[in-house]
């Protein structure tokens, strides 16, 4: 009964390269929330996915941020020509059909720091 | 206005005490409240949560206590133990956009032996 395994679970990068973080969901879930946590801070909502979807994209920040959830494999956060501020937690949430109410369940996180 | 407001920011009780952690928020659409808890190195995990619909909802040792005239809830957290140690995260949403979840800034619970 695996959760939310996101990958991977740190992560260094260079100024200027990508970063790429995989999540994949709890096994029956089709629906998939990425949150940013700065140091000391709350997490922010960033992207709300179903499978092929972007559903809500109104916490992405407006360049070098994307996400995607394909049909077949987990969903992806790309962050292109990191900078230091993006050094921070990223976790994924996943929850079933909306029928089933509102609880949302969380990974890990993936942990960027940029260098 | 999306924000939630939490207090206090850090809280240090004597074990066997009680913790009380106090969030507001100001969109009255928000009808979902659901407080995490998250160790260090961990992701936020699901505590307790309610519904505007009751004032009170309880399990074991964690209370929710919800006013929705004040806009404000409460965690309570009786006999606290030092595993309760932990940043405590409240959080709103509305059910049109429910796993949009708009955290509070945390509250770090130091619980003293």
């Known amino acids: 009964n695996a959760g939310v395994m996101q990958n991977p679970r740190h992560l260094v990068r260079r100024r200027g390269q990508e970063a790429r973080l995989r999540c994949s969901p709890m096994?029956?879930?089709?629906?998939v929330y990425w949150y940013r946590q700065l140091p000391e801070e709350g997490l922010k909502f960033m992207v709300y996915?179903?499978?092929?979807?972007?559903?809500?994209e109104s916490g992405m920040p407006k360049e070098r941020f994307s996400a995607e959830f394909p049909k077949e494999g987990p969903s992806i956060l790309r962050i292109q020509q990191v900078v230091r501020g993006d050094s921070a937690a990223y976790f994924c949430?996943?929850?079933?059909?909306?029928?089933?109410?509102?609880?949302?369940?969380f990974g890990e996180g993936s942990w960027l720091t940029v260098v | 206005q999306q924000q939630v407001k939490q207090s206090p920011q850090s809280l240090i009780v004597q074990k066997g005490g009680i913790s009380i952690i106090n969030c507001a928020y100001e969109?009255?659409?928000?009808?979902?409240f659901p407080w995490y808890q998250q160790f260090p190195g961990k992701g936020p995990a699901l505590l307790i949560a309610?519904?505007?619909?009751?004032s009170e909802k309880k399990e074991g040792r964690f209370t929710i206590s919800f006013n929705k005239s004040a806009k404000q809830f409460s965690l309570h957290i009786m006999d606290s133990q030092p595993g309760d140690s932990a940043t405590y995260f409240c959080?709103?949403?509305?059910?049109?956009?429910?796993?949009?979840?708009?955290f509070g800034q945390g509250t770090i619970l130091t619980v003293h032996p």
């Open positions: 959080a709103a949403s509305s059910t049109t956009s429910y796993g949009k979840l708009t």
């Open positions: 996915l179903q499978k092929e979807n972007i559903i809500d």
């Open positions: 309610i519904r505007p619909d009751v």
């Open positions: 096994k029956g879930h089709s629906h």
């Open positions: 969109n009255t659409a928000f009808d979902y």
């Open positions: 949430a996943s929850s079933p059909s909306q029928l089933s109410g509102n609880t949302i369940y």
